[in-house]
């Protein structure tokens, strides 16, 4: 399915969203932006078919962050950068956090600026070994948004986050598997195979359960331990309504492989 500058494509109960502005390195427009909400509303209407999320980027690019090219509005005024922020990324960026199955990005090229962002948004991140990661934003006398302030220092520490951020110094993709910050590198030619397994192997997974491993664990940043407690006994006795738990359990009992179905 296409939208403006994106695309959604099935692959069972596999869907990918593919940036795709390669003239620009997939980079972030209104047009985009507009497009990637399309696309999610699609997926919202598709949720019981879609159980895993793969994002990645057409061509040579994953992301180069927001299109700086015909930014001006139509009374020729160039909008402001927080005001684009409010209506623009950080509603996609809420919609990625709440999606109700697990999300994969796949990293093919660069992610710098939002497009990092964007990537960081994945449940587990894969990248090609030619990927890399870029805090642009000091390059053109803004400070980072869409999340990373949040997000980077919970996933690499502090100092290192800073550092990405004041130096502007790209992150090669072996690097930020040592840093902690991606989960699996592969090689380019391989990227694609590897993440389709992957996304499978989710997809075919309690996605009941998985969607509520999700919210744990987004919402274990902002909560006290017991907060945390309360909230794995809530969801935990969802869990255990399913009919993805009890054929879990038979399974084991029986000593088979478990055909979850996502109820």
């Given at each position: 399915?296409?939208?403006?500058?994106?695309?959604?494509e099935?692959?069972?109960?596999?869907?990918?969203?593919?940036?795709?502005?390669?003239?620009v390195?997939?980079?972030?427009?209104?047009d985009?932006?507009?497009?990637?909400?399309?696309?999610?509303?699609?997926?919202?209407?598709?949720?019981?078919?879609?159980?895993?999320?793969v994002?990645t980027?057409?061509?040579?690019?994953?992301?180069?962050?927001?299109?700086?090219?015909?930014?001006?509005?139509?009374?020729?005024k160039?909008?402001s950068a927080?005001?684009t922020?409010?209506?623009?990324?950080?509603p996609?960026?809420r919609?990625?956090?709440?999606?109700h199955?697990p999300i994969?990005s796949?990293v093919?090229?660069?992610a710098?600026?939002a497009?990092?962002s964007?990537a960081?948004?994945?449940?587990?991140?894969?990248c090609?070994r030619?990927?890399?990661?870029?805090q642009?934003f000091?390059?053109?006398?803004l400070?980072?948004?869409?999340?990373?302030?949040?997000i980077?220092?919970?996933?690499?520490?502090?100092?290192?986050?800073?550092?990405?951020?004041?130096?502007?110094?790209?992150?090669?993709a072996?690097?930020?598997?040592?840093?902690g910050?991606?989960?699996?590198i592969?090689?380019?030619a391989?990227l694609?195979?590897e993440?389709?397994?992957?996304?499978?192997?989710?997809?075919?997974?309690?996605?009941v359960?998985?969607?509520?491993?999700?919210r744990?664990y987004?919402?274990?940043e902002n909560?006290?331990?017991?907060e945390?407690?309360?909230?794995?006994?809530q969801?935990?006795?969802?869990?255990?309504r399913?009919?993805d738990?009890?054929?879990?359990?038979?399974?084991?009992?029986?000593?088979r492989p478990?055909?979850?179905?996502?109820?």
């Open positions: 399915m296409q939208f403006k500058h994106c695309r959604l099935f692959d069972g109960p596999v869907a990918t969203l593919v940036l795709d502005h390669q003239e390195m997939n980079a972030v427009s209104h985009m932006l507009a497009g990637l909400m399309e696309a999610m509303d699609t997926l919202d209407e598709k949720r019981e078919e879609v159980r895993c999320l994002i980027g057409a061509g040579k690019a994953f992301c180069t962050g927001a299109n700086l090219q015909g930014r001006n509005d139509q009374s020729g160039r909008p927080g005001s922020l409010e209506t623009a990324f950080h996609f960026l919609r990625l956090r709440n999606l199955c994969v796949s093919n090229g660069p710098a600026g497009g990092m964007f960081l948004m994945g449940d587990i991140i894969l090609a030619s990927s890399y990661f870029l642009a000091r390059r053109i006398g400070v980072p948004d869409c999340g990373s302030t949040w980077l220092p919970r996933l690499i520490g502090k100092a290192r986050a800073v550092e990405l951020s004041l130096l502007g110094e790209r992150l090669p072996e690097k930020a598997l040592e840093w910050l991606v989960n699996r592969f090689d380019d391989a694609a195979e993440t389709k397994k992957l996304a499978h192997d989710l997809a075919n997974g309690p996605t359960a998985l969607a509520m491993i999700r744990l987004w919402d274990s909560n006290s331990f017991e945390q407690l309360d909230l794995e006994q969801l935990q006795r969802v869990a255990g399913t009919e738990f009890k054929e879990g359990v038979g399974a084991f009992l029986e000593k478990a055909k979850f179905k996502g109820r």
